[in-house]
């Protein structure tokens, strides 16, 4: 709206000076001169326009949670740039890289995602980002590393399989293919004053099932005033008490800022134990519209609610962009 309103103030001007310029030279009326000057503005409002819609407002430490329907995607912007994607997958929208990712990476002019990773092999968490692996090329986009965890790499499923075939793991004679690298807890990735750090699933960690190896990331924004974001994947159960007591262990353990609800809402996580550690300002819940689980449930928001976090939901609010400044949050709904 900002870029908008500056090119019709700036084509306004351009009228008013024309006017004022040819009032002045009424003694060439109908000649080649004045009809120059009739083009002026139109020439100079072309220009701006063109110029106006090629420019994309800063998204330095911005984090962009994109409406997929009934699964998640993350997309984060640190201070230097660097972008990171944190699953991506839908069970509800059909080709949801090509409908939804694809548009947003290509509004924002983002040509490259730094790093993708990848909570667990759920298609509402990975389909999506293969299809980014499967048409990088044509879309213009440049893929570095796929992290995972072992223990998702132990599920022999259709997903893993198409996973494996984008990336060099599987055919190392395509070295255009991004790498895929294995992700544990107490690994560090820092970009720009941005600090991503993994605290679940540990190595030797043995799943009760696929959810609670949930690959889970505190990502910690700025270097003196810090705004903490925990993404959880779909942990539950022994997972979610292992993140929990990682989560208290840190030597500059406080509330997280913004939680990314575990498992689209579910009652099976989430717990009050969880939520006594981590007492989160904003819970973002990613889900779709009357989806069949009935996500988010009652349970889980009550408890929410109880412990003080304001809750914002993609189901009900679209697409919910952060920016972050000074641990600030100022929040963009999309709500079509």
Partial sequence: MAGVAVYYAVLFLMIAMSAKVSKSR?????????????????????????????????????????????????????????????????????????????????????????????????????????????????????????????????????????????????????????????????????SGDAKLLCLHPAPDYIPEDPNSASECFLVTFGDKAKTTLLLTGDVQGTGETALTQNLSSLADAHSVDILVVSHHGSSHSTTDEFLNVAKPRLAIISC????????????????????????LRTDTSGQITIYIKNNKLRVKLFTG
Wanted: glycine share 10%.
């Fill in 26 to 190: 009424t003694h060439k009326k109908g000649g080649r001169s004045s009809y120059i000057f009739k083009l002026f503005p139109v020439v100079c409002g072309v220009i701006m326009l063109l110029v106006v819609i090629s420019i994309h407002p800063s998204r330095r430490n911005t984090a962009d949670f994109l409406y997929v329907g009934q699964g998640s995607c993350c997309i984060l912007t640190a201070d230097n740039g660097g972008v990171y994607m944190f699953d991506c997958g839908s069970t509800s929208r059909s080709s949801v890289g090509k409908y939804v990712l694809k548009p947003f990476l290509k509004y924002h002019g983002i040509k490259k995602i730094d790093a993708v990773f990848l909570s667990h092999a759920d298609e509402d968490h990975v389909n999506g980002a293969i299809e980014l692996l499967q048409n990088k090329n044509a879309w213009g986009i440049e893929v570095g590393d796929v992290f995972v965890t072992e223990q998702m790499m132990d599920d022999d499923s259709d997903m893993i399989r198409n996973l494996l075939s984008q990336c060099n793991a599987s055919d190392i004679s395509k070295p255009e293919n991004p790498s895929m690298r294995y992700m544990q807890s107490g690994i560090i990735f820092t």
């Fill in 288 to 311: 779709g519209e009357n989806n069949r689980y009935g996500h988010p449930h009652t349970e889980t928001l009550g408890r929410l609610k109880k412990h003080g976090a304001h809750i």
